[in-house]
């Protein structure tokens, strides 16, 4: 049966055990119970702040094998330019049992392997040139496929239901984009508005506009072939021609001091 039980704590009274439990597993399993459906990735905050040479990872939660992670203050990690293709990453380590605990830990670094182990989480990825600064505000939806000195959130993992999702940062410039080109297309009013009024889309939404909208076959697309179809769509909602290959991203854009 359903319950809400909850500890009294009265002068006299004797604590026991089951009242501590109580306190300790309830948040616990309330946080379980919610986000139990949810894919592994981001749930909430864990925004990427970027600074003249470091990154602050905002406080937020993720989800990774089925377990919750928290991060409770602002982490900071120094980046400097290489010119490489660098990743952000969350590294999930090994359990640790000691004493009191069963710990579950987790390490964000800055790592060139392009490859997402299965114990690894990607918040996103930049590449540096020798005397840029790193952009994390985009000029518009396609500068986010921009490849250098640009913030790249277009691999990020962003917990779905039952699978991950696309940022919610890239849909809103998407969304704004479109609606300021005025659209008639049913679809692309609903999708738009959507993408700004809610927290997340969910994957399958994004693939069920991405398919009928551009009269495609329905399937799991990746996340850059998602970008590039939304692109698509913008493009045509402009009245602009569009060319034989769409140009994709600003390689060639370098912000200098």
């Known amino acids: 049966m359903f319950s809400n039980q909850y500890p009294l704590f009265h002068k006299g009274r004797i604590l026991k055990r089951e009242m501590l439990e109580n306190l300790r597993d309830y948040p616990r399993d309330f946080l379980d119970i919610y986000f139990q459906d949810y894919s592994d990735g981001i749930i ?28 409770l203050h602002n982490y900071v990690i120094p980046y400097h330019a290489t010119g490489k293709e660098t990743m952000l990453k969350i590294k999930f380590q090994e359990e640790i ?23 690894e ?51 809103q410039y998407f969304a704004r984009e479109l609606l300021n080109n005025r659209p ?48 698509r769509i913008l493009l045509e909602s402009s009245g602009k021609k569009q060319s034989s290959e769409l140009t994709y991203g600003r390689s060639k854009r370098m912000i200098v001091d």
């Open 121 to 171: 989480l990607e918040l996103g990825r930049f590449k540096l040139k020798s005397g840029a600064r790193l952009r994390s505000k985009h000029e518009d939806f396609l500068d986010f496929a921009t490849e250098y000195n640009t913030f790249n959130y277009i691999h990020c993992q962003y917990a779905g239901f039952q699978k991950s999702t696309y940022h919610p940062i890239i849909l």
């Open 44 to 71: 909430e905050g864990v925004e990427v702040v970027i600074e003249e040479d470091t990154l602050v990872i905002t406080k937020g939660i993720i989800k990774h094998k089925n377990r919750l992670y928290l991060l």
């Open 97 to 119: 049992v000691e004493l009191d605990f069963n710990c579950f830990t987790a390490t964000i670094v800055l790592d060139e392997f392009s490859e997402v182990a299965s114990n």
């Open 184 to 231: 008639t297309n049913a679809y692309d009013i609903s999708f738009a508005f959507s993408c700004i009024n809610e927290d997340r889309i969910q994957r399958d939404t994004i693939l069920y506009y991405v398919s009928n909208r551009l009269g495609l076959e329905f399937k799991d697309y990746t996340n850059v072939q998602i970008h590039k179809y939304l692109s």
